[in-house]
């Protein structure tokens, strides 16, 4: 896992997700190059997006643990559309991909270093980061290296 800054002559001005008191250890995780999730210290469900409490046993008694980083793409969409402004002619299309992760959940992000033709149900992914501005970089996937 690594984490990427863009140059210093770019500017991210595309929609951010807000960092929540719920999603904070998230964004921290990130920033440093690690991926976790919430983990129920009652019946050890793993899950994503946060939640303030757990989604199998409804117990609030919960952590933030690293997760390996790895999974598979279980569907995707390539974008031709320019949705916000911020985005370059250069940056489209680019593909949005449901990954299942190793631990279970799922998660959407950017599928990135992969040609569209390249992309397949099942295909191994791992996460890697780019950093946008001081508290959020940005977990995005490409094709799994082991």
Known sequence: MTTESLTPELSYDKPLPPVLELTKPFWDGCREGILQIQFCNICDLPWFPPAEACPRCLQDDWEWRPISGHGTVWSWIRMWQKYFPGWSPDEYP???????????????????EIEDQDVSCDLAVEVDFRKVNDEITLPVFRPATT
């Open 94 to 112: 680019y593909t949005v991909a449901l990954i299942k992760l190793e631990e279970g959940p799922y998660m959407y992000s950017t599928l990135v």
